[in-house]
């Protein structure tokens, strides 16, 4: 039976998320993988996790890339870069960039060696706008953080769908699937509970890979949905933000 992994916030974090690959995952043509976003900053190497699955995508036909709130970060400081004039020749950043910066983008911009966001690659910047906000399966809904159930129809809210942290799911409005994301960091422990847990309209994968000094977090998760059963990488990188 093909698998289908699952696999939230990498952050930078390359040497992690290689890991998850040698010692866990060893994808088929027939496998589907994944990933549910931010797969920068915050960890010194975001250039090499985006080639490692831009690889992925050239070797295995169902690869599936999904926008984070970190992607969003990137495109909105590359835009704000682009259109922004230098004032008396010289060349400032952006109220959007520093805001970046705050969130782990310095690491980022380090890791491809630009200064400026609109420097980075253009097939980067094309490939991280390409992303999809979310993925539907028969039983799962796949999203970096989650939706937004206050309006009518939670599929018109792309926002939402990378920087929803807190909502009360109806189900109805989303098929009575069960959502998977990211983006808020929970202990091992809730993620171990919630996934063996029957009856949960959500599961929050992000154990905070970024967070290895910190009691129940620091791990990449990876969760197959077919056999609902997990494994785990613990962090491997410097985390530099």
């Known amino acids: 039976m093909a698998k289908q992994w699952v696999i939230p916030d990498i952050h930078g974090c390359f040497k992690t998320l290689s890991a998850l690959f040698d010692n ?6 027939e496998d589907h993988i994944f990933f549910l976003g931010d797969y920068i900053d915050r960890g010194s190497e975001s250039k090499l996790v985006i080639d490692f699955i831009m690889d992925l995508q050239k070797n295995f036909p169902n690869v599936i890339t999904l926008r984070g709130n970190h992607e969003d970060y990137l495109l909105k400081a590359a835009w704000h ?3 922004r004039k230098p004032f008396l020749g010289l060349k400032t ?3 959007m960039q520093k805001e970046w910066e705050k ?4 690491t980022t911009l380090k890791s491809f060696g630009v200064k400026w966001p609109s420097d980075i690659p253009k097939m980067y910047i094309d490939w991280l706008s390409d992303l999809p906000y979310y993925h539907e399966l028969e039983k799962y809904l796949l999203v970096h953080a989650g939706f937004n159930f206050k309006i009518d129809d939670p599929f018109d809210d792309t926002q939402a769908m990378m920087w929803a942290r807190d909502y009360e799911i109806i189900p109805e409005k989303i098929h009575h699937k ?4 990211g983006h808020v960091p929970v202990k091992l422990e809730f993620i171990d509970r ?8 959500f599961i929050d994968l992000d154990n905070g890979i970024y967070m290895p000094n910190r009691d129940g977090y620091g791990n990449l998760v990876a969760l197959e949905l077919t056999k609902m059963k997990y494994v785990i990488q613990p962090t491997l990188d410097d985390i530099n933000y």
């Open 24 to 29: 866990h995952i060893k994808p088929t043509a």
């Open 81 to 83: 870069d682009l259109e």
């Open 93 to 95: 950043k952006s109220q």
């Open 103 to 106: 969130q782990g983008g310095a």
């Open 178 to 181: 069960t959502i998977v994301h």
């Open 194 to 201: 919630i996934i063996k847990s029957e009856d949960q309209p």
